[in-house]
């Protein structure tokens, strides 16, 4: 999507090993999110930022962690693998969380497999 | 926490047919939104509705924002191939918060 891109867009990785995943937008947009995707459950917020260095959790943080060190990445890490993670991972920007703003823009997403 | 109850969970149509598809909650929502996503690529905005009651349409698409601020729905009508994929309702339950996915309705459109 135009302003979003994710890598890698395709991951295989053996459990107990660490993988990041990156956004990287060029829109200015203050707030990032990283939400994963799985059959019959739709999209979970993991972790979203409100701006460099601020972060909170989300629906299902655990075994994830993120940062924001500029206003246009924000990686998320998972320290250890498990074969729960494997999902699909999508970073969404907004420019606000108020009224029409809070409108999310999605990347196209991070296929992450953990054997 | 807070849910989103979006129903139907799949639908399988011929083309041409008209469908509908809501989502439910027991708490109230500042917001609706509908996403539709599409194999391989990451959820699109269809429609989004900011007040009680709000009716609005996109093309074939129509979308309402229910009175009592707990539910929405979707209409798609004279339906075609390309409107396969899987639609999502979103809402956010006051201003400054996240949004809240429902676990979305996938449809199948045969020709």
């Known amino acids: 999507d135009a302003g979003i891109t994710q890598s890698p867009r395709h991951k295989v990785t053996e459990t107990g090993t660490p993988v990041t995943l990156r956004c990287h937008q060029t829109?200015?947009?203050?707030?990032m999110y990283w939400y994963r995707q799985d059959p019959g459950h739709g999209l979970r917020l993991i972790h979203y930022?409100?701006?460099?260095?601020?972060?909170d959790k989300g629906e299902v943080s655990d075994g994830y962690s993120v940062s924001r060190s500029k206003t246009e990445d924000f990686l998320l890490t998972l320290e250890s693998a498990t074969s729960s993670q494997t999902s699909v991972y999508f970073c969404?920007?907004?420019?606000?969380?108020?009224?029409?703003?809070?409108?999310?823009?999605f990347g196209a997403g991070s296929r992450l497999t953990v054997l | 926490g807070q849910q989103l109850n979006q129903s139907p969970q799949s639908m399988f149509i011929q083309e041409g047919e008209d469908v509908s598809m809501n989502c439910t909650s027991s708490s109230i929502f500042n917001t609706w939104l509908w996403y539709k996503q599409e194999p391989g690529e990451g959820p699109v905005l269809l429609i989004a509705l900011y007040k009680a009651g709000e009716l609005t349409s996109n093309g074939r698409l129509t979308a309402q924002f229910g009175i009592t601020r707990k539910d929405s729905f979707l209409n798609i009508s004279a339906s075609i191939p390309s409107d396969v994929g899987i639609y999502f309702c979103?809402?956010?339950?006051?201003?400054?918060?996240?949004?809240?996915f429902g676990k979305g309705t996938t449809l199948s459109v045969s020709s």
């Open positions: 829109e200015n947009h203050r707030y």
């Open positions: 979103a809402g956010q339950p006051q201003a400054g918060t996240a949004l809240i």
């Open positions: 969404a920007i907004s420019p606000h969380l108020a009224g029409g703003a809070n409108v999310l823009t």
């Open positions: 930022s409100y701006g460099v260095k601020d972060t």
